[in-house]
Every structure is written in structure tokens, then in C-alpha cells.
């Protein structure tokens, strides 16, 4: 299994661009989230799903659109970049939702707008 | 706002000696996880703690719950310079969604 994938790896955009953050897992994990990462902030949870076609926002959503048209992809889009979006964004997965299962990380992708 | 919080924010030790750093979250929980951060890397997941448990153990990996404190600590004997890295409870923020603390980031010196 690859497990959670994404990408690009890294990514700079321009103030206004939009893009697709990839997200892909290969273990038929329900529950998939997005989460962004800046210095000492921790993680900020940006929006999650529950399964095909159930999306929801998080605790930082704005900014931010999600689909989850399959049970393996998870894209994020950005849809008018701003500075304050530069970040590094993590994918992850689990078999349900909640904290009584692991989650599974992929690896990130660090997002400079310029 | 972070449901759990990490404490000490920093820890800085020398191999063979041991490192607890501390979870403190602000309500009712059912499960908190441990997860650990090499630099540039996603999170890896540690430890599963379950609220009717009190201590699990993994490895050099022990982790404590204290429900009435609304506590949980991480103790890696040992260290080894392998184990720098940043280290972060997850707690559940309203009914299941796992919510991240700011993290302890740990360094080990050889």
C-alpha cells in the first residue's frame, strides 16, 4: 500500500492564483481531513469528510473548497490565494472518524504565496 | 481553539536520559493519541490511550491518563538522538473530531 499520497511537494503561487491540492489513499479509509501546519500554531483542522460525497468544514475553512467525489480522493482547492495561506498542508486518513483510530499522514506539501 | 495543549512547549536532554512531556485538554474525552513529527514529515501515530485505561505501554514509549486532571503524559526512556523530533496529543474536539496541540518539540543530544 502507498497510503496517503500527495501532492505537489511543494508548490509557490502567486496572490490570486487558484489551485489543487492532491490527496489520495489506497487503504478505503472513510474519514480523510485536511490540515494546515504554521509555527507554533500546531495543526488547524481546514475541512473533513465522512465518506463520499459528506464534506464539512473545520476549524480554519475559509479559503478553502473540498470534494470527496471517491472514497480514495480528497482534493483542496484554493480558490484566490492570499499570503497568509503559505503553510505547509497535511492530508490524513483513518478507517473512521475519531480519535479512537489511527490516523495516517501523508507526507505534505509546503505552499509559498508570493 | 486547541483542545489539548503540550507541555513543555520545548525539551532539550541528552541521550540515555528520559523525556515526559505533558497533555493537558479541557473536556470530557474518550480516546487520546500520541503522534510524533520528524522534521519535514507527516505525523506518525505513537500511542492509543482509551479513557477507562489508566498506563499503556510501547516500547520505550510509556503514556499516562489521568481523566480527573484531564491529563495525559509521555514519558521515552532512553532517548536516543533518534527520537528529536516534535510530539502531539490528539484529543477529540466536540464528538469525534481529533484536535491537535501545538506540540513538544524534543531535542535529543548524542
Known amino acids: 500500500n502507498a497510503g496517503v499520497t500527495q501532492t505537489p511537494k511543494f508548490q509557490v503561487l502567486k496572490t490570486g492564483q487558484s489551485m489543487t491540492l492532491q490527496c489520495a489513499q489506497d487503504m478505503n479509509h472513510e474519514y480523510m481531513s485536511w490540515y494546515r501546519q504554521d509555527p507554533g500554531m500546531g495543526l488547524r483542522l481546514i475541512h473533513y469528510s465522512v465518506g463520499a460525497g459528506i464534506t464539512d468544514q473545520g476549524e480554519v475553512p475559509n479559503g478553502y473548497n473540498v470534494s470527496r467525489s471517491t472514497t480514495e480522493d480528497f482534493p483542496l482547492r484554493l480558490l484566490s490565494a492570499a499570503p497568509s495561506q503559505t503553510s505547509v498542508y497535511f492530508c490524513?486518513?483513518?478507517?473512521?472518524?475519531?480519535?479512537?483510530?489511527?490516523?495516517?499522514f501523508g507526507p505534505g506539501t509546503r505552499l509559498t504565496v508570493t | 481553539s486547541q483542545q489539548g495543549e503540550e507541555d513543555p512547549q520545548a525539551l532539550s536532554i541528552q541521550e540515555g536520559e528520559n523525556a515526559t512531556m505533558n497533555c493537558s485538554y479541557k473536556?470530557?474525552?474518550?480516546?487520546l493519541q500520541w503522534y510524533r513529527q520528524n522534521s519535514g514529515r507527516g505525523l506518525v501515530h505513537l500511542i492509543l490511550?482509551?479513557?477507562?485505561?489508566r498506563e499503556k505501554h510501547s516500547g520505550r514509549l510509556r503514556v499516562t491518563l489521568d481523566t480527573s486532571k484531564k491529563s495525559s503524559s509521555l514519558l521515552i526512556t532512553a532517548s536516543r538522538a533518534a527520537d528529536t523530533a516534535s510530539y502531539f496529543c490528539?484529543?477529540?474536539?466536540?464528538?469525534?473530531?481529533?484536535?491537535f496541540g501545538r506540540g513538544t518539540s524534543l531535542i535529543v543530544h548524542p
Open positions: 473536556t470530557s474525552i474518550n480516546n
Open positions: 490528539a484529543t477529540e474536539r466536540g464528538s469525534y473530531i481529533p484536535t
Open positions: 490524513a486518513s483513518s478507517p473512521f472518524p475519531g480519535v479512537g483510530y489511527e490516523q495516517y
Open positions: 490511550i482509551r479513557s477507562n485505561e
